[in-house]
């Protein structure tokens, strides 16, 4: 897929492998799979640990230079600019939430495509794993 393909359904909050499926029900609500492929958006446990440390990141970076910028290069008062700072890094991360899990997902997917399974896959494996379990413990 083209990166700018990529980076929009990215910012759409679209599945990475049909460009379709919504990625979440509600604000912070996020579908288990793709309502449209039935990609698994989340492939193991933790996945999405990396979306936070990169929300935070933005945060911290974004924050730091919008102060230093009202500081010193704007001259408003550091009292000013600390309190617009602040309310910046709190409404900020809860806005950007769903874009940092979107392109988390995103680049994961491009990265290794390999780790994620359809529910249908899932499902066979998981109906087969029991199969072979149950004439494991018969022999």
């Keep these: ?33 793709c309502p449209e492929c039935g990609l698994k958006f989340e492939p193991e446990p933790g996945f999405y ?21 009202l500081v010193f290069g704007v001259g408003v008062s550091k009292d000013y600019a600390i309190w617009g700072c602040l309310a910046f890094s709190v409404l900020f991360p809860l806005w950007f939430f769903r874009y940092a899990r979107s392109i988390w997902l995103s680049l994961m997917y491009q990265v290794n495509s390999i780790d994620f399974t359809s529910v249908s896959a899932q499902a066979a494996a998981d109906s087969g794993s029991s199969s072979n379990l149950s004439r494991l413990q018969s022999h």
Excluded: D, W
């Excluded at 990141?57 to 924050?63: A, E, K």
């Design 49 to 69: 640990l990396g979306s936070i440390y990169a929300n935070y990141g933005l945060t911290v970076l974004m924050t730091t230079v919008s102060f230093m910028l």
């Design 1 to 33: 897929m083209k990166s700018l393909r990529r980076v929009t359904t990215a910012f759409g909050l679209r599945c990475p492998r049909c460009q379709h499926g919504k990625l979440f029900v509600g604000l912070i609500r996020m579908n288990g799979h």
